[in-house]
């Protein structure tokens, strides 16, 4: 079967790949995202249309997006509240919007990607709305399916599956929240392969499939094994106390509610707590997919040394910015407080005269603007690369003025060139997707 898909969800982890896989079987694929720009540039061949389930909440809003497609596969789904999602938008209303326009627009054919332990029982938001997702999908007149996938695991890393290979590379040991809790990983591949054969004429229809692995693995075995496939020297796995893990859920909360997207959040552990392996429901054989075990796609998809990368610099880059964005907003206050009168010495000396005071205002004023800035999420990128290139000015500045400074004992221009090289590593890995 070919024709013309709309992929909501198209840049995600999972979405990005189902419209890949589905392209590759000789489908058109519509792809929609919140935000185009930059999924555009990696996928030229889509048709991309901005789709933004916040706005999209009637039918009519949804008729341009459905004009000529034949099938649909919805794949957006957000953890938790906060940094511009919102569980009941994407799960709720603009799903509600996009089946009563798939009903008026005669698109008859439906994928529902959900998740195992989307049910109320969960007690999160998260669950709550996936379930009112499913049920509104299934009280639906439309050809649908619905696919619960368990833990899902890829060459590519994103949200959970990052963290737990964080955590499997961390040094010395491995530390877990609980580690008994058990999944059943499902390669991505395999998910893909699954809605590409759900598109088919013959595909089962108004089913709600779990989605789990053959391979059942505790949260333990599974951060021992993504170590060893990362070639990593063994060793301990450390079980966190859940009262000493709560106040890093709770920063990671507050993390998100900023725009600072993190697995590290009540709602994970609390899905993980209720269910993460789901039930067999057949969905291979019902599909027509053969099934992959974790421990044989980690010895079908070899590691690399940017996989190793990834690992090791996950929880480094977040120690990254606040030390560099502390930095910035130290040094700001101390030279507007304690370090007022040293600061104009220093302009004094260096020859400033009467514009030393306000030169050393202005540049303690951008200092504490600069730390600031670098903490707003779309902005920490171009923030870092800005503080890179003003202190370039700075010791342009301090090398005509003091040049024997580059030779005091304390170094204060040549301990500047690490900080520079923090904005670029800052700068440099600021892509999440």
């Known amino acids: 079967m070919s024709g013309r898909v709309l992929v909501l969800g198209a840049n995600g982890f999972i979405g990005s790949h189902i419209a890949a896989g589905l392209s590759a079987e000789g489908w058109t694929v519509r ?98 709305t996936k379930a009112e997702t499913e049920r509104l999908v299934e009280a639906s007149g439309l050809d649908w399916l619905i696919l619960r996938p368990s833990l899902v695991v890829d060459r590519a890393a994103f949200g959970g599956t990052g963290l737990i290979r964080a955590l499997a590379a961390f040094p010395l040991v491995m530390p877990v929240v609980g580690g008994d809790q058990t999944f059943r990983p499902i390669p991505l591949g395999d998910v893909s392969a699954a ?38 020297k063994p060793a301990p796995v450390v079980r966190v106390p859940r009262a000493l893990a709560a106040p890093a859920l709770a920063v990671g909360d507050l993390l998100g509610r900023l725009g600072w997207s993190s697995p590290i959040r009540t709602t994970a552990i609390r899905q993980m707590d209720h269910d993460v392996a789901g039930r067999d429901s057949g969905w291979a054989e019902r599909l027509g997919v053969e099934a992959r075990g974790f421990s044989r796609f980690l010895a079908e998809t070899p590691a690399s040394v940017q996989d190793v990368w990834h690992a090791r610099l996950w929880f480094v880059r977040p120690v990254a910015i606040v030390t560099l964005g502390l930095f910035w907003l130290t040094t700001g206050l101390i030279s507007f407080g304690p370090g007022w009168s040293r600061a104009v010495a220093i302009l004094h000396e260096g020859g400033y005269g009467r514009w030393a005071g306000p030169i050393a205002w202005w540049g303690a004023l951008l200092d504490v603007v600069l730390g600031l800035m670098l903490f707003v999420r779309p ?26 400074y580059w030779i005091d004992p304390l170094g204060p221009w040549l301990k500047v060139l690490p900080m520079m090289v923090l904005c670029l590593f800052v700068a440099a890995t600021d892509a999440r997707r």
């Open 195 to 232: 809605v590409v054969a759900a598109l088919k004429p013959d595909a089962p229809s108004g089913l709600t499939l779990d989605m789990p692995g053959p391979e059942a693995v505790t949260m333990a075995d599974t951060v021992r094994l993504y170590r060893g496939w990362m070639g990593l």
């Open 379 to 404: 902005w920490t990128a171009r923030v870092a690369v800005f503080m890179c290139l003003a202190t370039v000015g700075y010791l342009i500045a301090g090398t005509l003025s003091l040049p024997h």
């Open 31 to 128: 792809a929609g995202a919140r935000r185009i720009a930059e999924p555009a540039r990696r996928a030229p061949a889509f048709d991309w249309a901005a789709a933004d389930f916040a706005r999209l909440t009637t039918a009519e809003a949804w008729a341009p997006l459905l004009a000529g497609v034949s099938a649909v596969v919805n794949c957006v789904g957000v953890l938790q509240d906060g940094g511009g999602d919102s569980t009941r938008a994407a799960h709720v209303d603009g799903p509600r919007a996009l089946i009563a326009a798939c009903e008026a627009a005669g698109v008859r054919r439906l994928i529902h990607i959900s998740a195992v332990g989307a049910d109320a029982e969960a007690g999160t938001a998260y669950a709550r």
